[in-house]
Every structure is written in C-alpha cells, then in structure tokens.
C-alpha cells in the first residue's frame, strides 16, 4: 500500500529551462494539494486539484507556473523559464473525497542554478 | 497577523523534559493538524484534531475550539523528537476542502 510518490527527489535546473515536477496519490484519492516550502520559510498553499479539474490556484503565482492533474496518471506542476527564487521543496498531499486528513510525499527539491 | 501562529519558535530542551508548543488561530476552520518535519525531510501527520484530545504514545494534541488554540505536548522528550513541529488548518474561513493553511513551524531541539 505505497504512498503518496513524488519524483525527482532532487531536480537541479539553469535558469531559463523547465521543471516538472510529478506527484502520484495513494491509492483511492483522487484529491491533491501542491505546496511549496521555500528556504527558512514555512509552507505556502500553492493549488488544490481533483482528477482532470482545478479546483483552486490561489496559491500559484501568475506566471509561469502551471498544474494539471489529468484522468490517468501523476498530478504534474510545471514550472516554466525557472527562476533562482524557484528553488524551493515542493511538496505534494493527497486525501479521499470530502476527508480533512492529508498524507504528504516526501517532496522535490528544486535546485536552480 | 497571520492565521495561525505558532509558539516558541524555537525551543530547546534536555533528554526528559516535558515539552509544550502552542498554536492559536484567527478563522473558523474544520480540523487542526500538527505535523512534524525532520531536516531534509519529507512531513508526517502526527495528529488532526476538530476537538478534544488524541493521544499516541508520548505526544498528547488538544484543541479548545471556543479559544481557538491547541496545544502539542510531548512528555520524556528524546533527542529523536528534534524536528520541526507544524500547526496547519484546514477549512479555513469556511473553504469546503482540506487546503492547509500553516504556522510558521516551531525548532525543537533535545539534547542528550
């Protein structure tokens, strides 16, 4: 019963170049949270989304950032033209329909060089 | 202000001690969560609270909902509970999902 996965681990990306970063929930949630934690700050809601839906993005700056949770396979958050201020751990949840109770993925560093 | 806030922000205690880390909140939400981060590491629940008491061997959480304040206790603190220690929110402001709305974490260190 494995749960929730996040992969890579550890991204290093240049400046100007694209980062994806992906996220599987545990079996049986069709719920998930993207949130991002940057160096020596807390954590900050980025976007909640359901399969093929996104339900809310206030979290998520303007530009180029982007999330997509489709019918079949990971939720992806892409960032495009990273940014030194993107390096960051990004953080992926996921939980059951109409459940408070959240489990996290161990995260993606996103280093930019 | 921000919606949740958590204290001390750091705290330092020796092996054995009782520890209380406090978190107050501004809004209306549906649950409380306490989380807990390791350096370099991924985030475990420890508990999610929408009332009362839950307790799981030596750390105890409450919740006073009417002072909108919970409380993490910890008692014969070991070096291994060193970590980051995270009061969340969710339902915050009447939202009808589990979007967490967090503290700004609370450095426990224990020493030996």
């Known amino acids: 019963n494995a749960g929730v996965m996040q992969n890579p681990r550890h991204l290093v990306r240049r400046r100007g170049q694209e980062a994806r970063l992906r996220c599987s929930p545990m079996?049986?949630?069709?719920?998930v949270y993207w949130y991002r934690q940057l160096p020596e700050e807390g954590l900050k809601f980025m976007v909640y989304l359901q399969k093929e839906n996104i339900i809310d993005e206030s979290g998520m700056p303007k530009e180029r950032f982007s999330a997509e949770f489709p019918k079949e396979g990971p939720s992806i958050l892409r960032i495009q033209q990273v940014v030194r201020g993107d390096s960051a751990a990004y953080f992926c949840a996921s939980s059951r329909q109409g459940a408070d109770e959240q489990y996290f993925g161990p995260g993606t560093r996103l280093t930019v060089t | 202000k921000n919606e949740v806030e958590q204290s001390p922000q750091n705290l330092t205690a020796q092996e054995g001690e009782f520890i209380t880390i406090n978190c107050s909140y501004s809004v209306g939400i549906s649950a409380l969560h306490w989380l807990q981060q390791h350096p370099g590491g991924g985030i475990v629940s420890l508990f999610m609270?929408?009332?009362g008491k839950k307790k799981h061997g030596r750390l105890i959480a409450t919740i006073n909902i009417q002072e909108k304040h919970s409380s993490l206790r910890i008692t014969a603190s070991h070096p291994r509970d060193s970590a980051v220690y995270i009061c969340?929110?969710?339902?915050?402001?009447?939202?009808?999902?589990?979007?967490?709305?967090f503290g700004q974490g609370t450095i426990l260190t224990v020493h030996p």
């Open positions: 969340a929110v969710s339902g915050a402001g009447g939202t009808s999902y589990g979007k967490l709305t």
């Open positions: 079996k049986g949630h069709s719920h």
């Open positions: 609270l929408s009332s």
